[in-house]
């Protein structure tokens, strides 16, 4: 699905900005609005902010488990409505998931790509032959699977590393339609799962997988998007505060205590 202009000239900044920490310089392009620390947040008009995405400051940049609870409010019945937990891999890949409400047909998403500035260049410089060698996306029956959400329950949305696996040799699709591309070697990968289930436990929950050569999460952003015509029209979304897991604790969840809107 491709993104607004202004989704990808913010995440083209990030991803700028990720790349200059990694070569050991500070970043010039940070947001600059205020830092707070609340137990839940909104996007959306109640939140009387304009900002539609989340940043999470002083988390550690070895996570390997991230989850949120989320309760749409507003969403339309026409164009893009889709409210995300986005992860930044440590190897210069991401992957975002969560529930969308498309041109009125309820599904999920998960699926990444490589950063290339982000935005709607990572979709526009898609090089499958070079990327299938970072990630594997699962195909179009996982990563946009039908889902039926309703605005107003409760969602619990989580990102977390599984086993660590052998992709061998063979035709591959790197995501959606997109080309068969002979990959000649084996690839060690691990299994990214993505999980959509409500909050209260009654109803269906939907895993799909995707694979990555990176072991942890470098970074995590949370956001509401819309796009095709449902932007402007009130799309609204109560998220919690992320819970998270890392390397050094893979059994301690730890939960973000300090949010930046941008």
């Given at each position: 699905?491709?993104?607004?202009?202004?989704?990808?000239?913010?995440?083209?900044v990030l991803?700028?900005?990720?790349?200059?920490?990694?070569?050991?310089?500070?970043?010039?392009?940070?947001?600059a609005?205020?830092?707070?620390s609340p137990?839940?947040?909104v996007i959306?008009?109640e939140?009387?902010?304009?900002?539609?995405?989340?940043s999470?400051?002083?988390?550690?940049?070895?996570?390997i488990?991230?989850s949120?609870?989320?309760?749409?409010t507003?969403?339309?019945d026409?164009?893009?409505?889709?409210?995300?937990i986005?992860v930044n891999?440590?190897?210069k890949?991401?992957?975002?998931?969560?529930?969308?409400?498309?041109?009125g047909?309820y599904?999920?998403?998960?699926?990444?790509?490589?950063a290339?500035?982000?935005g709607?260049?990572?979709y526009r410089?898609?090089?499958?032959?070079s990327?299938?060698?970072?990630?594997?996306n699962?195909?179009?029956?996982?990563?946009?699977?039908?889902?039926?959400?309703?605005?107003g329950?409760e969602?619990?949305?989580?990102?977390?590393?599984?086993?660590?696996?052998?992709?061998?040799?063979?035709p591959?699709?790197?995501?959606?339609?997109?080309?068969v591309?002979?990959?000649?070697?084996t690839?060690?990968?691990w299994?990214w799962?993505?999980?959509?289930?409500?909050?209260?436990?009654?109803?269906?929950?939907q895993?799909?997988?995707?694979?990555?050569?990176?072991?942890h999460?470098?970074?995590v952003?949370?956001?509401?998007e819309?796009g095709?015509?449902?932007?402007?029209?009130?799309?609204?979304?109560?998220?919690s505060?992320?819970?998270?897991?890392?390397?050094?604790?893979?059994?301690?969840?730890v939960?973000?205590q300090?949010l930046?809107?941008?």
């Amino acid at each position: 699905m491709k993104h607004s202009v202004t989704r990808a000239f913010l995440l083209a900044v990030l991803a700028l900005g990720e790349a200059l920490q990694t070569a050991g310089c500070a970043s010039a392009a940070a947001p600059a609005t205020g830092v707070s620390s609340p137990s839940a947040f909104v996007i959306g008009p109640e939140a009387g902010d304009p900002h539609s995405h989340a940043s999470f400051p002083h988390l550690p940049n070895d996570i390997i488990k991230v989850s949120s609870h989320v309760r749409v409010t507003d969403a339309v019945d026409h164009g893009l409505n889709f409210f995300a937990i986005q992860v930044n891999f440590s190897n210069k890949t991401w992957a975002h998931g969560g529930p969308q409400l498309v041109d009125g047909k309820y599904q999920m998403n998960w699926g990444g790509l490589v950063a290339r500035g982000g935005g709607s260049a990572d979709y526009r410089e898609e090089n499958p032959a070079s990327d299938l060698q970072l990630m594997q996306n699962g195909p179009d029956s996982q990563r946009s699977a039908p889902y039926v959400w309703k605005v107003g329950t409760e969602y619990v949305l989580t990102i977390e590393r599984g086993k660590l696996v052998t992709l061998p040799a063979g035709p591959y699709v790197f995501i959606g339609s997109g080309p068969v591309v002979a990959v000649p070697n084996t690839r060690t990968m691990w299994e990214w799962t993505f999980t959509l289930k409500p909050a209260d436990g009654h109803g269906p929950a939907q895993v799909s997988t995707l694979y990555d050569a990176a072991d942890h999460i470098a970074s995590v952003y949370i956001w509401n998007e819309c796009g095709y015509g449902s932007c402007g029209k009130g799309q609204s979304a109560t998220w919690s505060m992320p819970m998270y897991a890392t390397l050094s604790a893979p059994r301690k969840d730890v939960q973000a205590q300090t949010l930046k809107r941008f």
